[in-house]
């Protein structure tokens, strides 16, 4: 056991957050996502909820401040009516160390570039358009 980790973040999670290098990007994977079939670097965190997971890793993770998009999401398909509320969430922990711009991508082309991520963390996470990717940044 350590001080001050949070005990939603395992050993492997932490380990792949510090391997990972300025630029290199981890996807969080809702419940319905293709992570399995897409990751490079496939790890579960089955029963949690994307939100905690996210607030617990941006206390470590420094977001990439040298592109305009560091945080990426799942765009919904167009013609559907529905505005995913779990993504105010994501934005209440993502604003609170700077102003970040948040990307929204297209379905497939959000599954294309979860293919090239470093990692990609399968949740249990069951709202929809859940799907959120994170660019790397340094520390200031």
Known sequence: MLKGIPAILSPDLMKV???????????????NFPAASHAQHLLRCDGHGIPELLEAILKFFPLDTYVEHPVTLMDV?????????????????IQKEESI?????????????????????????????????????VLK
């Open 17 to 31: 957050l510090m391997e990972m290098g300025h630029g290199d990007e981890i996807v969080l994977a809702d419940g």
């Open 77 to 93: 398909v167009e013609g559907e009516q529905l505005q995913p509320t779990i993504w105010k969430k994501y934005e209440r922990f």
């Open 101 to 137: 711009q948040m990307e929204y991508l297209e379905r497939f082309s959000f599954y294309e570039r979860a293919k090239k991520a470093y990692a990609i963390v399968a949740t249990g996470e069951t709202a929809q358009y859940a799907n959120i990717i994170l660019k790397k940044g």
